[in-house]
C-alpha cells in the first residue's frame, strides 16, 4: 500500500561547536519536546549515470525511525516535495517493482541498484504549541555517507558531516521563516546541497551533452576593457539543436513523472513533450543525421497516438458539461448532465489503462534510452558546425513553406476535405512554432511575434478541431440515451452549437492567415 506526504522542510549545515538555540516563543512554539534519539540506515538506488538524481528524485530504503521502508521523493512546488512511502518488505537488493512505477520513465530499460549508504544518528526536537500539537520537527544529524565505487577495484568514498533539518507538521511558512532567522543567528548556514544523497554523490553527475544555451539577446553588447563593444560569441547550429533536444527530453521526463504521479496536466504535457521533440529533429534534419532521428520521431507519433484517444475525450467531455450547465433550463431534456458525467467516469477508467499500458511498454522505455544515447553521442552532420543563425533561419523557412502549400490546399477545398486540410495546417503551424521557439533565443523579437502568432493560430483551429471530437462524443452519448428510451434532442442541441463553433473558429483563422505569412516571412529572410 502506498501513503503519500508532502514534505517541506529546509536543511542547514552546521559545525561541530555549533549548538541548538532555545526555539521557545519563535512564532507559535510555546514549548520543545524532550530530545529524541534515532538511528536510521538507508540505502539509495538509481542508475549508474544517476538519472534520479540528475531528475532531482530520490529512491531508497530506510530501517529506523517511525517512517522506515521504501520512499520516492517526488520534486513539488514551492520547495516541497512528494515523498512516496512503501512498507519495507523482504526485498533490499533490488527496488519492488511497486516502489520503482513512479520513476520508470526516467529508469527506461536501466535497473535501479544501489549507489551508496546514509547512516544517520538523527536527535529529534519537536516544537509545541501552547495545546501540545506539533507544529514542526527540527533533526539534529550526524551523517556518514557512503558512495559505492563506479568501477571494481576502486575504493568506496565515505563523507562525513552535520547538518540540521526542520520540518513542518501543523506549522506554517511563517513559522519556517522564523526558526530559519534563529538557527541562521546562532551560526547554521543554509545547506548548498539539496539532498544527502546530492553530497554523498558530489562530483558524480555527468555533465550535459549538449551545451546550455546562453542568455537570449537583449539587444545590447558588452564592452571590454578598453570600452569596446564585444559581441557574444555565435553559437553553433549543433549547440542550439542539441540543447532544445535535451530541453525537450526533460520536459518529457518530468510529464511522464507526473502521469505517473497521477498530476492531472501530464498526459497533455507528455504529448506537448512528444510533438516538440518530432518537431525539432524534423525540422532540424541538416543539423541531425535523419538515420538516427527519423526513427525516434515514428516512435514519439507511436505515443501521441496512444494518448491521443484519452486525452482528447476527456476535454470533449469537460467541455460538453460546461455548454450543458450553460444552456437554458428548458432546453436541458432529460439526465443530459448525468449522463455525461457517467461517461466521462467511465472514459476516464478505460482511458487511464490505456496510458498506464503505454508508459509500461519496453517500447516506450526504449524510446527513452534511444533519446538518452542521441544526446550522448550526437547524430551531427557537417552542418552542425555552422553558425546557428542561418541554420535557424533556413528552418523557419522550410517549415513555413510546408505550411504554406497546405493553407493554400485548404483555401481551394471544401465540405470535409477543408476540415481534414485545416486540421493539418494546424499541425504544419505547431512545427513552424517549435522551430521559432528554438530560434527565439538568437532573433529574438521577430521570433517571439512568430511564436506568439503560432499561437493564436493554433488556438483558433485547436478548437476547430475539438469540435470534430466534441460532435463524435454528443452523436455517441445521444444515441445511448435514446436506445435507454430519454430525449436526445438536446444532443442534437450541443452538436449545432459545436458547429458554430468550428466555423467561427475557422473564420478566425482566415483573419490571422495573412499576418502569419508575414510573421514567417520576417525570421525566415533574417540572415
Known sequence: MTSEHIEVERKFEAGEGFALPDLTGVGEVAAVGDPEEQSLEATYYDTPDLRLLRSHVTLRRRTGGADAGWHVKLPAAAGARRELHQPLGRAARTAPRAVVAPVLGLLGTAAAEPVATVSTRRVVHRLLDEGGR????VADDAVVGTAFATEPGEPATVTTWRELEVELVDGDEALLEAVTERLVAAGARPSAVPSKLGRVLDGRLPASAAAAPEAADDGKTGKGKKGKKQKAPVRTAGEVVLGAVAGQLQALRDADLAVRAEQPEGVHDLRVACRRLRSILAAFRPVLDRERTDPLREELRWVGAQLSGARDTEVALTHLRELVAAQPVELVLGPVAARLQQTEIKDHHAGAG??????????????????????????????????????LADAVRRTGKRLRRVVDAAREAEGD???HLLHEVRKATKRVRYTAEVAEAEFGAPATALVDCTKQVQDLLGAAQDTVVTRDVA??????????????????????????RAEAAEAGFWTLERGLRRAVKAVASLP
Open 417 to 419: 476535405d477543408r476540415h
Open 354 to 391: 490505456r496510458v498506464t499500458r503505454t508508459l509500461t511498454d519496453r517500447r516506450y522505455l526504449r524510446l527513452l534510452d534511444a533519446l538518452d544515447a542521441l544526446l550522448a553521442d550526437p547524430p551531427v552532420t557537417e552542418l552542425a558546425a555552422a553558425p546557428a543563425p542561418a541554420q
Open 134 to 137: 506539533v507544529l514542526a520537527e
Open 475 to 500: 452523436v455517441r452519448v445521444g444515441r445511448a440515451a435514446f436506445a435507454a428510451g430519454e430525449n436526445a434532442w438536446t444532443y442534437g442541441r450541443l452538436h449545432g452549437l459545436e458547429e458554430a
